[in-house]
């Protein structure tokens, strides 16, 4: 079994920045995939990175590439999302997800463990 838990959303202006962090349970952390999705009011649930079990393949949605890096600590069991140059469109629920395979991608399905999100909102 494996828990999720997410951090480090709130409430941002426009151009502006927020680091969100998933801290995971489990020994064998290092051996997932993990990813980020987000889930905006009346939208589906849809994929924003995805980092491989090493770090060494490293995933973005067209969206938000460029603006967001996604990074592991293996030794603190943690996933992390820097979000930069945040536009409103951004605004979501962000849910940290982990794959029991060592390389997952984009599909909702791929993964089997979910946190319970952290809110981010970005003001215009």
């Known amino acids: 079994q494996v828990q999720l838990v997410e951090s480090g959303g709130g409430l941002v202006q426009a151009g502006g920045s927020l680091r969100l962090s998933c801290a995971a349970s489990?020994?064998?952390?290092?051996?997932?995939?993990m990813a980020w999705f987000r889930q905006a009011p009346g939208k589906e649930r849809e994929f924003v990175a995805a980092?491989?079990?090493?770090?060494?393949?490293?995933l973005y949605a067209d969206s938000v590439k460029g603006r967001f890096t996604i990074s592991r600590d293996n030794a603190k069991n943690t996933v992390n999302l820097q979000m930069n140059s945040l536009k409103p469109e951004d605004t979501a629920v962000y849910y940290c997800?982990?794959?029991?395979?060592?390389?997952?991608?984009?599909?909702?399905?791929?993964?089997?463990?979910w946190g319970q999100g952290t809110q981010v909102t970005v003001s215009s």
């Open positions: 997800a982990a794959s029991l395979k060592r390389y997952s991608g984009s599909y909702y399905s791929e993964y089997d463990y």
């Open positions: 489990g020994r064998t952390f290092s051996s997932y995939a």
């Open positions: 980092i491989s079990w090493s770090g060494g393949g490293i």
